[in-house]
C-alpha cells in the first residue's frame, strides 16, 4: 500500500526557501517515479518536477529550472523539493505523487494523470 505525506509547506517572504518532502511508509518507494504538481486554486494541477526511481533521471518545468532541484533517498523512502529563490506566483498546494509505470526513457513523466497515488498537499504560500 502507498501513502504518500508531504510536509515542509509554509509561509515565507519571496527570495526565501523552503525545502518538500514527500515520504512513504511502503517497501516498493524506491521503484517509482515520484513527481511534484502544485495547484491553485480553480487552476488544473501543475507539473513542477520529477525523479526517476534510480535518482539517475531528472525533469523540470520551465518555471522551476535554475531555482529547484529534486532528490530522493531511497533508504529513507523519501524524495524532496528544494526551493530557492521562491517567488509570489510560486504559491500554491503542492502535491507528490508515484508513478507505477516501468520507466520509459522515451518519455518524460509530467503528466498528471499517469500517476497512480497521491499525498494531500501541503501549502506553499510567498509573499511579495
Given amino acids: 500500500q502507498v501513502s504518500l505525506v ?19 511508509s511502503g517497501r516498493m518507494f524506491s521503484k517509482y517515479t515520484i513527481g511534484w504538481f502544485r495547484q491553485d486554486p480553480g487552476e488544473e494541477r501543475e507539473f513542477v518536477a520529477a525523479v526517476i526511481w534510480s535518482g539517475d533521471a531528472t525533469y523540470y518545468a520551465d518555471s522551476a529550472k535554475g ?45 498528471a494523470s499517469e500517476y497512480d497515488y497521491w499525498g494531500q498537499g501541503t501549502q506553499v504560500t510567498v509573499s511579495s
Fill in 6 to 24: 508531504e510536509t515542509g509547506g509554509g509561509p515565507v517572504q519571496a527570495g526565501d526557501s523552503l525545502r518538500l518532502s514527500c515520504a512513504d
Fill in 67 to 111: 531555482r529547484f532541484t529534486i532528490s530522493r533517498d531511497n533508504a529513507k523512502n523519501a524524495v524532496y523539493l528544494q526551493m530557492n529563490s521562491l517567488k509570489p506566483e510560486d504559491t500554491a498546494v503542492y502535491y507528490c505523487a508515484a508513478d507505477f509505470s516501468p520507466f520509459d526513457p522515451t518519455a518524460e513523466p509530467t503528466i
